[in-house]
């Protein structure tokens, strides 16, 4: 990796002095807003299709919306949207009605509230599970000690191939992920006609909440990275 590689996860330079924020800001020598122009000019020929430069638009604007005292001085931003109303309120934007809902069979009781609260917005809504067409995990060449439950002789693999077939066939105006796993999420990702988002992901210890990791991982380094 050369010195011109993007890492803007490690970039030290102030907020307020951020070449990506400000005119003339500073970057480190990997930062991409001063050597990739190339690239960003690319991007904006993709927002000169009509489609997705609304679909932008729109998603800047509903950005803005979950601030409240935007003019103030010193600007300070409170937030007051959780990503619930957030989907709910880019979907009205977009004029979006036929919502899908790709869940995992994990959160089957959560989707159903999901599902209520949108159609309770007005929506209509096209739902299926991970594990829909009830396909054997042998297909995939997955051996029974590999399954999940290796004493199951009946272990169905989850589909998210065909959950985006199935939505595709609804001809959904919008897809929301809930709960799929890794691989899977992006399997759906590749494979779905219409625009996606992610309401949650799947995370099997910290409640679906795989920021929580991020809290207690220096703790975790000094702890036991020293020891080896």
Do not use: W
């Amino acid at each position: 990796m050369n010195s011109q590689t993007s890492k803007c996860a490690c970039c030290a330079v102030a907020p307020r002095e951020k070449a990506c924020r400000i005119e003339g800001g500073k970057g480190p020598g990997f930062c991409p807003t001063l050597n990739n122009g190339g690239e960003v000019m690319a991007s904006l020929e993709e927002y000169d299709q009509t489609e997705i430069r609304d679909f932008a638009r729109q998603a800047s604007l509903q950005e803005g919306s979950c601030y409240i005292e935007r003019d103030s001085q010193p600007h300070v931003i409170f937030p007051t949207k959780p990503r619930l109303q957030e989907i709910c309120e880019f979907s009205l934007r977009m004029g979006y009605k036929r919502l899908g809902l790709a869940f995992c069979g994990g959160v089957q009781s959560e989707a159903g509230i999901l599902n209520e609260f949108f159609e309770k917005q007005g929506f209509e809504v096209v739902s299926v599970v991970c594990k829909v067409g009830s396909v054997l995990k042998s297909c995939l060449g997955i051996k029974k000690e590999e399954q999940v439950n290796v004493n199951n002789d009946y272990e169905t693999m989850c589909n998210p191939i065909a959950q985006a077939k199935v939505l595709n066939s609804a001809r959904t105006d919008f897809n929301i992920l809930f709960g799929l796993c890794v691989g899977h999420d992006s399997l759906f990702i590749k494979h779905s006609e219409a625009m996606v988002t992610v309401f949650a992901v799947k995370d099997r210890v910290l409640a679906h909440n795989p920021v929580a990791a991020l809290y207690t991982i220096k703790s975790y380094y000094q702890r036991f990275l020293k020891k080896q």
